[in-house]
């Protein structure tokens, strides 16, 4: 496709289930960014993958939260058990450069978590 | 503990003038910095890239200034329109990571 694919855009979870979101970048882009987006608020870095190597998960607020991206190219934000608290926007961005800093961000329009 | 803070929440001004937003920085040693605009619903889209070496950058009606001693980047619109209402926010890449402030939600009223 032409841009960075999200699905689901929208999901709305019971508190406790676990939820998968994915990513499907621009072909050919290295850089792979997940970001959590609370209303009213900047994006929020949550991961990093260049390629299939996840070199940044610094942001990830829990150990309930999981990025996979085996095959460098689709990448998967898994949430296990989730909470309220866990209701935001996540946004999946890619990049053809190798570090974020040499490359505009392309963004997916986002899938929008709702915890009941 | 590092920072980025955008000027307001919120700016309103009138069709034809120039909107500046603010973006300041605190305990980050950015090589670059971007710009990126966002509509209700929908992802951030990238406006401008400008580097630590770089005073200022244009693009159409869009103008961006990089202060590394004052540690300030400034956003200009000029001849603004009602269709430039939006989120702005600044972006500031360390190392691998880019992080965003909180966003100015402009507003130009016809």
């Known amino acids: 496709g032409a841009g960075v694919s999200q699905s689901p855009r929208y999901k709305v979870a019971k508190r406790g289930q676990d939820v998968a979101l994915r990513c499907d970048p621009i072909?050919?882009?290295?850089?792979l960014f997940w970001y959590q987006q609370a209303l009213g608020q900047g994006p929020e870095f949550l991961t990093y993958?260049?390629?299939?190597?996840?070199?940044?998960k610094s942001g990830l607020p829990s150990d309930r939260f999981f990025a996979e991206r085996p095959e460098g190219s689709v990448s998967t934000l898994k949430i296990q058990r989730t909470q309220q608290e866990d209701s935001a926007v996540y946004l999946c961005?890619?990049?053809?450069?190798?570090?974020?800093?040499?490359?505009?961000?392309?963004f997916g329009e986002g899938s929008r978590l709702t915890v009941l | 503990s590092q920072k980025i803070e955008q000027n307001s929440e919120a700016l309103n001004i009138q069709e034809g003038k120039t909107a500046t937003l603010t973006c300041n920085y605190t305990?980050?040693?950015?090589?670059?910095l971007q710009w990126y605009r966002q509509d209700p619903g929908r992802g951030p889209v990238f406006l401008l890239l400008i580097r630590e070496n770089e005073k200022e950058k244009r693009k159409e009606r869009l103008k961006v200034t990089f202060d590394t001693t004052l540690k300030q980047s400034l956003f200009h619109i000029t001849a603004s329109q009602p269709a430039d209402s939006a989120t702005y926010l600044c972006?500031?890449?360390?190392?691998?990571?880019?992080?965003f402030g909180a966003g100015t939600r402009l507003t130009v009223k016809p």
């Open positions: 072909s050919g882009h290295v850089s």
């Open positions: 305990n980050y040693s950015p090589a670059y």
């Open positions: 961005a890619s990049s053809f450069s190798y570090r974020a800093n040499t490359g505009e961000l392309f």
């Open positions: 993958f260049q390629n299939e190597a996840q070199l940044d």
């Open positions: 972006a500031l890449v360390d190392g691998n990571d880019m992080r």
